[in-house]
């Protein structure tokens, strides 16, 4: 009778310590569970920006992939860009690829759209269903149609091989919007707005000879505004476009350190189809530091993230030399961007 109580005993005991080890779990479990919903990009409320690539281009390094950034907004990812790299830098920042739904492409030069078919192309392999848009000016959905061409046999494939019943060409659209000089809407959803201003990225003369243009982008929160300045000279369409903002990403030239990379890389073999129109360009359309901090300053944003940077990890500028100039225009905060940087 003894030892039958014991028995007894002791298997009481045990099942409420079970009992306890399960309950202890199951709170540490939540507890971790809701740490991850306020932290996990792709999850978390609020809105936040993630630098996907910082390098100004057409260069990427071992440290530094090519223009893209991406807006997460209540777990909803919004990519602006998709140079070389993008792809990969989203899963190092455990974003989803197959959640974006939106891609808004400043231009069109290639370090901003490398790796648009890949991204595309894996969201469908990967398999998501449902469509997704490309916007930016005029060629984007020329760009998208090719992109879905790039994957046509990999497409046909699946279609046979896999059962697959939803098609790429049927999934992914491409919209051209028109580059204006003053700020408009192009897009609004229920977690944000997105409006767009032509820059100063191809000069007037270009214009004149191709249809292609360059466009920065504002992306309104319910808490935060984003402003991405793509490829550009000093623009004061961009400055209306920042107007107020929280954060004007911008992009930024240190023209003495670029000028010693670039002549480095023609030693090396690059950019031999005539050198100095590659330079005239670099020079002309883009932002040296001081600007960034003038247009930062005019447009009263809060903060300043340097982005695109020329010469970026080409050469050993360190960050406080980007910094020291863009002060000299700019008294607010100034972030040197780096890839994977959450802000």
């Known amino acids: 009778m003894v030892v039958a109580c014991k028995i007894r005993a002791v298997h009481i005991s045990r099942r409420s310590a079970i009992g306890v080890v399960l ?14 919903a306020q932290t996990a990009p792709g999850t978390a409320a609020g809105a936040r920006l993630i630098l996907l690539g910082t390098q100004g281009g057409p260069n990427y390094t071992a440290t530094r992939g090519e223009a893209a950034n991406a807006v997460i907004v209540d777990g909803q990812p919004y990519l602006v860009d998709c140079g070389y790299g993008t792809l990969a ?6 974003v989803n690829h197959r959640q974006i739904a939106r891609i808004f492409l400043t231009h069109l030069h290639d370090d901003h759209t490398a790796d648009l078919a890949a991204l595309l192309n894996r969201q469908w392999t990967d398999g998501r269903t449902e ?7 005029s060629g984007t959905r020329r760009m998208v149609e090719a992109a879905v061409a790039f994957g046509e046999a990999n497409a046909a494939i699946g279609v046979v091989d896999e059962a697959r019943t939803v098609k ?12 204006t000089a003053a700020p408009r809407e192009v897009y609004r959803d229920e977690r944000v707005t997105v409006r767009s201003v032509e820059n100063t990225h191809f000069p007037a003369e270009s214009k004149q000879k191709m249809p292609y243009r360059s466009v920065a982008y504002r992306i309104d929160a319910r808490n935060r505004s984003f402003v991405v300045s793509g490829d550009t000279a000093y623009s004061s369409g961009l400055v209306a476009l920042a107007k107020g903002a929280e954060i004007l990403i911008c992009e930024a030239i240190d023209v003495v350190a670029m000028r010693k990379a670039f002549d480095g890389m023609v030693a090396r073999g690059m950019y031999a189809d005539n050198p100095e129109g590659v330079w005239r360009h670099i020079v002309a359309t883009h932002t040296p530091l001081e600007d960034a901090g003038r247009m930062a300053s005019e447009a009263g944003v809060r903060t300043l993230v340097l982005t695109h940077l020329v ?31 959450s802000l």
């Open 168 to 179: 790429p060409a049927d999934m992914f659209r491409g919209q051209d919007i028109e580059a």
């Open 131 to 137: 469509p997704v848009t490309v916007t930016g000016p």
């Open 23 to 36: 309950a202890a779990s199951a709170g540490v479990l939540s507890r971790l569970g809701s740490a991850a």
């Open 89 to 94: 830098a989203l899963k190092k920042a455990a």
């Open 311 to 341: 010469p970026g990890a080409l050469d050993t500028l360190p960050d406080e030399g980007y910094l020291a100039a863009a002060r000299k225009t700019f008294n607010g905060r100034i972030v040197v961007g780096r890839d994977l940087l």
